[in-house]
């Protein structure tokens, strides 16, 4: 069983900065061999993929929307995943999720619909 729970999230002005974190937790097992996601949904809108990230941390993905100011990374030896997320805009303003899944491929890395296992979620509020 995995249990992910995101922090980090917060109120900030265009143009801020916030650092989400997502430690998974296992019984008897790490989250070292998943590929990560970030993934975010605005009210009224559907869940869309921000970034993902490949098990060693090698390889990233990127929503088009995001390149350039929002950077994924991990730290397998905390099992922790985290997104620095720079330059904000009010767009950006939604709740976040981060996920795991089995498959490490990166095909379809920013597709919700083949990860495995989601945290609650932490609220981005970005004002102009």
């Known amino acids: 069983q995995v249990r992910l729970v995101e922090s980090g999230g917060g109120s900030v002005q265009a143009g801020g900065s916030l650092r989400l974190s997502c430690p998974c937790v296992?019984?008897?097992?790490?989250?070292?061999?998943?590929?990560m996601g970030w993934f975010r949904q605005a009210p009224g809108k559907e869940r869309e993929g921000v970034a993902s990230i490949s098990p060693s941390g090698a390889s990233t993905v990127y929503a088009d929307s995001v390149k350039g100011r929002f950077t994924v990374s991990r730290d397998n030896a905390k099992n922790t995943v985290y997104l620095q997320m720079n330059s904000l805009k009010p767009e950006d303003t939604a709740a976040y999720f981060c996920?795991?899944?089995?498959?490490?491929?990166?095909?379809?890395?920013?597709?919700?619909?083949?990860?495995?296992?989601w945290g609650q979620g932490t609220q981005v509020t970005v004002s102009s």
């Open positions: 996920a795991t899944r089995s498959v490490v491929s990166p095909i379809g890395a920013l597709n919700s619909g083949v990860y495995n296992n």
């Open positions: 296992t019984s008897g097992a790490t989250c070292t061999s998943y590929r």
